[in-house]
C-alpha cells in the first residue's frame, strides 16, 4: 500500500505510554480543530474537534487543548497502543467551510 | 456500512485521457467536500457542494477539473485531459452542514498518471 507522509516529522512512544501531538495553526481568526488520523492507504478518520470558545475537549482516550494566545493546538492520547500508529493531522476552519490542513505527524508505537 | 463511498479506489491512466471519479456521501448530510491529497502533505480543498449547489472552489482547481452534485447526493469530479501532475489521492468528504461540525472523509480515490 501506499505511505502517507514519508518525511513527516516522526514521534515514537512505548505501548502503554502517553503521546502528545503537536500543531501550529495558521490563522487567529481560526474558529473550528480538527484532529484526524490516518492510516496508510485510507482516509482521513476524525478523531475529535473543538471550538475556539472551549480550552480543552476529551475523548475516549484523547484530549485537545487549544491555546489561543500562540495559536497552537495538542492531541493527547492516554495509553498509547499499537493500533494508534499513523500519521496524525490538525485541521483549522475559519472564514469558510473548507478545512486547511497543518503538517502531519508520524506516530510510530514499539512494545 | 454508512460512512462515505468512493469509486474507483484505484485509477491508472496514460496522460491526456479523461478522468472521472464518483462518491458517496454519508446519506442525509448536505455538504459533499473535494480534498487532494500528495504523498507527505495534509489533504488540500478543492471544492464544496451544499446540496447541488457549487459554493467554493480553490484556485488548485483549474479548467480541466469539473465537480458536479446534480440531485444533491452522488458526486463526480472529472479531470480532462490528464497530466502527470494530476497524479494524487483524491478524497471526499461529508457533513452534516454545520459549519462547526465534522467533515468525515471517504477512503480515497488514488490517481496515477503515466
Known amino acids: 500500500g501506499e505511505s502517507v507522509g514519508l518525511h513527516l516529522p516522526t514521534l515514537s512512544v512505548q505501548e502503554g505510554d502517553n503521546s502528545i501531538i503537536n500543531c501550529a495553526y495558521s490563522?487567529?481568526?481560526?474558529?473550528?480543530f480538527i484532529w484526524y488520523k490516518q492510516e496508510s492507504g485510507k482516509g482521513p478518520q476524525f478523531i475529535i474537534d473543538?471550538?475556539?470558545?472551549?480550552d480543552k475537549r476529551q475523548g475516549q482516550r484523547v484530549t485537545v487543548l487549544l491555546n489561543k494566545t500562540v495559536k497552537h493546538l495538542s492531541l493527547q492520547i492516554a495509553a498509547t497502543q499499537p493500533g494508534d500508529s499513523a500519521v496524525y493531522f490538525c485541521?483549522?476552519?475559519?472564514?469558510?467551510?473548507?478545512?486547511?490542513f497543518g503538517t502531519g505527524t508520524r506516530l510510530q508505537v514499539f512494545p | 456500512d454508512t460512512g462515505v463511498s468512493q469509486n474507483p479506489r484505484h485509477k491508472i491512466t496514460k496522460r491526456g485521457q479523461n478522468v472521472t471519479f464518483r462518491c458517496d456521501p454519508i446519506?442525509?448530510?448536505?455538504?459533499l467536500y473535494w480534498y487532494r491529497q500528495t504523498l507527505g502533505q495534509g489533504p488540500e480543498f478543492l471544492t464544496y457542494?451544499?446540496?447541488?449547489?457549487?459554493?467554493?472552489k480553490s484556485r488548485l482547481l483549474s479548467d480541466r477539473f469539473s465537480a458536479e452534485r446534480p440531485k444533491g447526493s452522488f458526486s463526480t469530479l472529472e479531470i480532462q485531459r490528464t497530466e502527470q501532475g494530476d497524479s494524487a489521492m483524491y478524497l471526499c468528504?461529508?457533513?452534516?452542514?454545520?459549519?462547526?461540525?465534522?467533515?468525515?472523509f471517504g477512503p480515497g480515490t488514488r490517481l496515477t498518471v503515466t
Open positions: 457542494f451544499q446540496n447541488e449547489a457549487q459554493l467554493e
Open positions: 468528504a461529508s457533513s452534516s452542514g454545520a459549519r462547526q461540525g465534522p467533515q468525515y
Open positions: 446519506s442525509e448530510h448536505n455538504r
Open positions: 490563522n487567529s481568526a481560526s474558529d473550528y
Open positions: 473543538i471550538r475556539s470558545n472551549m
Open positions: 485541521a483549522e476552519i475559519y472564514n469558510t467551510d473548507k478545512l486547511i
